[in-house]
């Protein structure tokens, strides 16, 4: 009697015990199934349309438009009345619902669209476009991706358009603006451009990633000569390669080439790692005579010099106002011009100008800096101030 207890005592215990070690088993199934159920539904949730906002800008960054759009699989899309805000507010459409097709009028035109298709058709002219994203049905509603605009405004209005994607930002411009306009061989404006340091010696800041400052400026230099000569602009470099220059011997290289315009290249660093952004210096000899001295200083050879540079100091904030003009596009916090007595630029019989493209202390900037799609946006930029810095020059002379 008791052996059959014990034996029915030990057989439940036993039960107990596999019940348990089973449950122990399947607790992590059941987290990764619970796992596997979050990251399908954050992919499902990360395909719905979220809201976000397209800025239109005008040729001297003034918002012309900001409009409403929705961002889905890192494409972003407008509404069809966007195209009344934008391009004309006697835009009409039709959306046949059955089939598809969105038909917009405007300009004297009617554009023909189907909905997962890159085809658009213009009429009158049978022109087509082939758009890299199509319009798709969000809500049950038709949308235009951002390549409509980008692609379809020059046509219809006769414009220049750039985007800004990292900003959701595009300019419209009239036609022409891009492209210097040549008057009295203002075209063939020689510009200097500077990267700072260079050599084993002289590296200028580093980023904690030991990204080094004489690195970028001289892969910006190389780049902006490159797409500058694109657009017939002359450009020489102060050092090609990683060399150390003397500042006399990067004068030399202006005065050698004829110099009109030289620009500096150089980054910035800081104690503090929220100091961040674009900074863009003229040099302003007066500053040096901000202090009163109770003995008036001789007109040495080198204040020569410094007070001979002041003569550009106009033509040199012209070109920094254009600077300040492109490179805001880029960015969402408005740059800043300081004028300084800038002893780098002192003996620069010209229009002078100091970039800081941003501070490597700094984890936003060091990131940009470090990404060769920004730098290429940073050139582009840059060679659209000389086209406009060239351009304005041209319209003085006429």
């Not at 036993?14 to 992919?43: H, M, W, Y």
């Not at 800081?270 to 040096?288: A, D, E, H, L, T």
């Amino acid at each position: 009697m008791t052996t059959k207890k014990k034996t029915t005592n030990n057989t439940v215990y036993t039960q107990e015990v596999r019940e348990r070690c089973v449950s122990r088993d399947t607790l992590p199934a059941k987290i990764g199934a619970l796992f596997l159920s979050l990251i399908v539904f954050a992919n499902a949730s990360y395909s719905i349309a979220q809201s976000t906002t397209v800025r239109f800008i005008d040729a001297n960054g003034k918002t012309v438009a900001e409009v409403q759009a929705q961002s889905q699989n890192k494409q972003v899309y407008l509404p069809v009345n966007a195209v009344k805000q934008v391009i004309d507010p006697a835009t009409t459409h039709q959306y046949n619902h059955p089939r598809q097709r969105l038909t917009l009028k405007t300009k004297d035109r009617q554009i023909r669209l189907q909905i997962g298709r890159p085809t658009v058709s213009i009429e009158p002219g049978a022109e087509t476009v082939t758009l890299s994203t199509p319009p798709i049905l969000i809500a049950q509603q038709p949308m235009l991706p951002i390549d409509f605009f980008t692609q379809l405004l020059p046509i219809l209005n006769d414009v220049e358009v750039i985007y800004n994607s990292s900003l959701n930002r595009l300019q419209i411009r009239p036609k022409g603006t891009l492209t210097a306009v040549e008057t009295n061989g203002s075209q063939d404006l020689v510009i200097i451009v500077d990267p700072g340091h260079g050599g084993p010696d002289d590296r200028g800041c580093a980023g904690s990633t030991g990204i080094l400052e004489k690195d970028i400026v001289l892969t910006l230099a190389k780049q902006l000569q490159w797409t500058s000569e694109k657009h017939g602009i002359q450009l020489h470099l102060t050092r090609q390669t990683d060399t150390k220059k003397t500042h006399f011997q990067r004068i030399q290289v202006a005065k050698q080439n004829r110099g009109q315009l030289f620009l500096s290249l150089h980054c910035n660093t800081s104690f503090s790692p929220y100091q961040k952004g674009i900074r863009i210096y003229v040099n302003n000899p007066k500053g040096q005579l901000r202090f009163p001295s109770t003995t008036k200083p001789a007109l040495t050879g080198q204040r020569l010099k410094i007070l001979a540079q002041a003569d550009y100091l106009k033509q040199s904030k012209d070109f920094a106002d254009a600077l300040q003009t492109e490179l805001n596009f880029l960015t969402e916090t408005p740059i800043q011009i300081i004028d300084l007595p800038l002893l780098p630029l002192s003996d620069a019989y010209m229009p002078a100008v100091v970039l800081e493209l941003g501070y490597l202390s700094n984890v936003e900037d060091l990131e940009k800096l470090s990404n060769a799609e920004y730098i290429v946006n940073i050139a582009q930029a840059i060679t659209r101030a000389f086209q406009r810095y060239i351009s304005s020059i041209a319209s003085t002379q006429l």
